[in-house]
């Protein structure tokens, strides 16, 4: 039995991800970069799945290339850039070094 990837839940013998998982990377396709965050989440939270799982699908990283949150946030800072009209792009490197100072500076 293999693992989700994202929530650590038992998962299929085949998938990475359960199916609960699934569901919310389905969702995360269809409205990334078309919706706020704030929207983001509460289309998250109407596959019905529940929230701490959520939150914990939206921070995980398998991949090293920076959690779902992170590359959300990425795409919607650069989004807001070009809409001020400031070139230049954000990734998920850099919201997670952002965030990692801001914690910091909190403490
Ligand atoms: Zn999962």
């Not at 990283?61 to 590359?71: A, K, L, R, T, V």
């Amino acid at each position: 039995m293999s693992r989700c990837a994202y929530c650590g839940e038992r998962a299929g013998f085949w998938s990475r991800m359960c199916a609960d998982c699934k569901k919310l990377m389905a969702c995360v396709q269809e409205l990334r970069g078309r919706v706020g965050y704030g929207e983001f989440l509460d289309g998250l939270e109407r596959t019905g799945v529940a929230k701490e799982k959520i939150m914990a699908f939206l921070k995980a990283d398998p991949d090293g290339s920076g959690s779902i949150q992170d590359q959300v946030t990425a795409e919607m800072t650069t989004e807001l850039m070009k809409v001020m009209g400031i070139s230049g792009r954000q990734t998920a490197e850099e919201v997670k070094r952002i965030r990692d100072t801001a914690a910091k500076d909190s403490k």
